[in-house]
């Protein structure tokens, strides 16, 4: 069997958890392979809504496997929060989770390092979630990280080490670390907790649930344009986002992977600082904010919304090989008059279709304006009852960015998702 890949192709955000839970029925596992608690998936169904952070969208459907890969960074306190309460919640978490002994582990002063690299910036901030990503990923990178497995080996020795590590480090960037003692002895704890997990060799069992014939979905965070080979760099996040991902993430070699579910928004949005050509600071930016309900599910920041971006959804589309498109909230656009698309970019004067290597203000989108439909389509069951404008935008779509979009979300809950016929 192959591994199939759900990944945002924007800045985030596009509705991954949401799709995940949808398309988790058709597994028998779900895997997260990068990113940590930086991403917030949320998900509605039956009146109830979950964000998750670390913990895998495919938890609340059949006892499927969910695997937190060896790519994935795990911050335990918050780890443990995110799971006490799903476990409250009634979800059986510790019959189906498995945790990679390889995950690095987020440490609080991976945390403490993240704001004080961030003040060090200046006026460059990146505006990260705070949650510690960058250095927990340098950490990994420099071959100075603390593993999961760790624990069971040495643990303390290992741990003093790289906290003196960071000790010295704050210490260059001019920061006081504040009651480090409390915030340790709460990580410790949470330690205690996440070893009352099921903690594996994660590539073996992914590997062997394929060998059985078994099926995965592996879930990507963030999104094509925040990677840190491809995105907007430096202003992306510190792992790769993009399918290749999944394999370094899960273990799984490229021959396995099967199809690339790309998502994106019928518009675009993003949050923290870096360029955003198609951004808009008027009034449909406020309207498309407002409609939308734009604000961070994990820091409540509020998203910076524009025009669909067909430049870097192409240049997305090639990066992860994607084979299926899934466009997410077309319903936030019911209202418009006229929707436009950015189908080029002109950089001096010269048009191109090539994400270039620097985006920046001298950049100018080049829009194709298209009707809006203008109709209320969160209750419909079918594409059949699509309106003729809205038909015309996906075919619209489908020419420009030659991929077929095989779902459309109507909707933040479940049921409002219409899979469409295969032509
Ligand atoms: P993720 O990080 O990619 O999983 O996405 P987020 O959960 O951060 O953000 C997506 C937001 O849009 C969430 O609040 C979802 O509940 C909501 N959402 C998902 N799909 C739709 C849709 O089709 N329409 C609307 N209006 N909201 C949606
Ligand atoms: P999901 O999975 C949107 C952004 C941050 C910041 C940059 C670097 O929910 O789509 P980091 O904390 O990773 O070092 O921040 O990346 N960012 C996200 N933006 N959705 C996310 O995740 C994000 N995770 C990180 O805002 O600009
Ligand atoms: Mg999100």
């Not at 582990?105 to 960058?134: Q, S």
């Not at 303390?156 to 906290?163: D, H, M, V």
């Amino acid at each position: 069997m192959k591994v199939d890949v759900l990944l945002g192709l924007q800045w985030g955000d596009e509705g991954k958890g949401k799709v995940v839970d949808v398309l988790t029925p058709r597994y028998d596992a779900v895997a997260r392979f990068q990113g940590g608690p930086n991403a917030g998936h949320t998900l509605e169904f039956e009146g109830k809504k979950y964000v998750l952070r670390s913990i895998p969208s495919g938890i609340f459907q059949h006892g499927q496997v969910n695997i937190i890969g060896n790519g994935v960074v795990l911050d335990p306190v918050l780890f443990k929060q995110e799971a006490e309460e799903l476990e409250k919640s009634g979800v059986d978490l510790r019959s189906i989770l498995r945790i990679s002994k390889k995950v690095h582990l987020i440490t609080p002063t991976h945390r403490l390092l993240d704001a004080a690299n961030e003040k060090a910036k200046g006026g460059k901030k990146i505006g990260t979630t705070g949650k510690g990503i960058g250095p927990t990923y340098t950490d990994k990178i420099s071959r100075n990280g603390l593993r999961l497995g760790d624990v069971f080996h040495n643990f303390k020795e290992k741990y003093s080490a790289l906290r003196q590590r960071h000790l010295d480090q704050l210490k260059a960037l001019g920061a006081e670390p504040q009651d480090l003692e409390a915030l340790e002895e709460k990580w410790m704890d949470a330690i205690v907790y996440l070893k009352g997990f099921s903690i594996v060799d994660s590539e073996f069992l992914i590997n062997q649930l394929l060998k059985e014939g078994k099926s995965v979905l592996c879930e990507g965070a963030q999104g094509t344009l925040l990677d840190i080979d491809f995105g907007s760099y430096p202003f992306v996040t510190s792992s790769n986002t993009i399918s290749a991902g999944a394999c370094s993430g899960l273990g799984v070699a490229p021959n396995k992977i099967g199809e690339v579910f790309g998502i994106f928004k019928a518009y675009c949005t993003r949050v923290g600082s870096g360029p955003f050509p198609t951004e808009l600071f008027d009034a449909t930016g406020k309207r498309i904010r407002d409609l939308g309900h734009e604000y961070g599910a994990v820091t409540g920041r509020e998203r910076r919304c524009g025009w669909i971006d067909l430049v870097a959804l192409r240049y997305a589309i090639m990066l992860n090989g994607v084979t299926q498109l899934i466009m997410m909230k077309s319903d936030v656009l019911d209202g418009f008059d006229e929707i436009k698309a950015c189908v080029a970019y002109k950089i001096k004067d010269v048009e191109t279709r090539q994400f270039p290597f620097s985006i920046d203000e001298s950049i100018e989108p080049v829009y194709k304006t298209l009707p809006g439909w203008k109709t209320d389509m969160t209750k419909m069951q079918s594409e059949d009852e699509f309106p003729k404008e809205f038909k015309d935008y996906i075919d619209f779509l489908e020419k420009e960015l030659e991929t077929p979009i095989t779902i459309v979300s109507i909707g933040p809950d479940r049921s409002q998702t219409i899979v469409r016929e295969k032509k």
